[in-house]
């Protein structure tokens, strides 16, 4: 069974950073594209970033690109998410996803990033 | 990136039949039969239950189904059962990752 657990999350004024970590087990992710997903409250998922499997590659959303920075280190089977210059908008559950050609098959409870004053 | 558009709201009663709307353009959804959906219920994660256009994940009903027309892909759900009450989305997921706004699906 794959299991993914997102952490990191919490609460930081504007203009601050917080760095999510991912971990996922019954999955080797080195073969995976892998992203981050967010669910603002009370709204729909908005794909964030991707990173290739070998880490040589990375797509974000508009919104982010210059704050957020997406990693993974393949040993440990893990993904992170540095976020820096954090806006009141950025404020979302975030989810950590591998992708396949069967979509986002796989997704953990998430981790909850809130920016406020 | 513009999300793709789907109706807000859905309903339908016990035993009926409801489909669910995702419209993209010809260079999302109309390019690629990557095309997947989610079920959402409150306060929980995302659940695939439709990937590539029309197939089913193991474990999800048949009752769940999905197709494609040109740059529109839907979702039906037959034999509508009260766990079906969610929150829906659609996803392009080649080249360009977009969702769709999602869809509350009430059984009245």
């Known amino acids: 069974e794959v299991q993914v657990v997102e952490s990191g999350g919490g609460s930081v004024q504007p203009g601050g950073s917080l760095r999510l970590s991912c971990t996922v087990s019954g999955l080797r992710i080195g073969n995976d594209w892998m992203s981050w997903v967010r669910q603002a409250p009370g709204k729909g998922l908005e794909w964030v970033a991707n990173?290739?499997?070998?880490?040589?590659?990375?797509h974000y959303v508009e919104s982010v690109k210059g704050r957020f920075a997406i990693s993974r280190d393949n040993d440990r089977n893990s993904l992170y998410l540095q976020m820096n210059s954090l806006r009141t908008e950025d404020t979302a559950m975030y989810y950590c996803?591998?992708?396949?050609?069967?979509?986002?098959?796989?997704w953990g409870q998430g981790t909850l990033v809130i920016v406020s004053s | 990136q513009s999300a793709l558009t789907q109706p807000p709201s859905a309903s339908g009663s016990p035993g009926q039949s409801v489909a669910i709307s995702c419209t993209g353009t010809?260079?999302?959804?109309?390019?690629?039969?990557?095309v997947s959906w989610y079920q959402q219920h409150p306060g929980k994660a995302p659940k695939l239950i439709i990937y590539e256009v029309n197939k089913r994940p193991s474990g999800v009903p048949d009752r769940f189904s999905g197709s494609k027309s040109a740059n529109t892909a839907s979702l039906t759900v037959s034999g509508l059962q009260v766990e079906d009450e969610a929150d829906y989305y659609c996803?392009?997921?080649?080249?360009?990752?977009?969702f769709g706004g999602g869809t509350k699906l009430t059984v009245l």
């Open positions: 996803s392009s997921y080649e080249g360009r990752k977009l």
């Open positions: 996803v591998p992708e396949s050609s069967s979509g986002y098959a796989h």
């Open positions: 010809g260079s999302d959804v109309g390019a690629s039969n990557y």
């Open positions: 990173t290739k499997p070998d880490g040589s590659e990375e």
